[in-house]
């Protein structure tokens, strides 16, 4: 782990919703966990897996690829994580 968090943030339309099922399938399947509704969040790189699906889905506009270092309550992240 490099000490750094991968936030997915979205909003997707109603007309994208098979783009936005498999954007969270593809979030699930890597294991990412829910931080609220339509955010999510890992602590490994994978960027290109996460361009893959939005290119292919073409819902560029809708969705962010944060980067960030630390979080309020990432002790809680950590635990679940399973991050020392």
Request: glycine share 2%; charged share 35%.
């Amino acid at each position: 782990w490099d000490k750094k968090w991968r936030i997915i943030t979205f909003d997707i339309p109603e007309n994208f919703k098979e783009a936005r099922n498999a954007l969270r399938m593809k979030l699930k399947d890597l294991g990412f966990l829910k931080y609220q509704k339509s955010i999510f969040i890992y602590p490994y790189e994978c960027k290109n897996e996460i361009d893959f699906v939005i290119e292919f889905f073409e819902i560029q506009p809708y969705v962010r690829y944060i980067v960030a270092e630390n979080l309020d309550n990432e002790l809680d992240f950590k635990r679940q994580f399973k991050l020392s």
